[in-house]
Nanobody, 126 residues
């Protein structure tokens, strides 16, 4: 039984930081492709950051230079460090897992993933 549980969301002012966590069970971060996605109200889900099983990372355009993805294989936990937050970063953030992701570019698409968490809300005020 796969379970992905996100935490760490909240409300911050513009320029602030948040660190999201995703506790994974039923999958192993050492052998799965893991990603963070977000979905603002009324918009489609977009890829924020991904980490391949081998540790290679990739970022969506909105996250480059501000967000950092990391994983702890010992605790099966995925992280997303978000700095210099902007109001347009406000969204529900989801953790996702896929057994295989052929390329990092492909891994930024939601269709690549079979497993999803429930999401955590991030709100950035100006």
């Amino acid at each position: 039984h796969v379970q992905l549980v996100e935490s760490g969301g909240g409300s911050v002012h513009s320029g602030g930081s948040l660190r999201l966590s995703c506790a994974a069970s039923g999958v192993t971060t050492s052998s799965y492709c893991m990603g963070w996605f977000r979905q603002p109200p009324g918009k489609e889900r977009e890829g924020v950051a991904v980490v391949h099983a081998d540790g290679r990372t990739g970022y969506g355009d909105s996250a480059k230079d501000r967000f950092s993805i990391a994983k702890d294989n010992a605790t099966n936990t995925l992280y997303l460090q978000m700095d210099s937050l902007k109001p347009e970063d406000s969204a529900v953030y989801y953790c996702a897992a896929a057994r295989v992701c052929a390329t990092i570019a492909y891994a930024l698409y939601a269709s690549a993933y079979s497993y999803w968490g429930q999401g955590t809300q991030v709100t950035v005020s100006s």
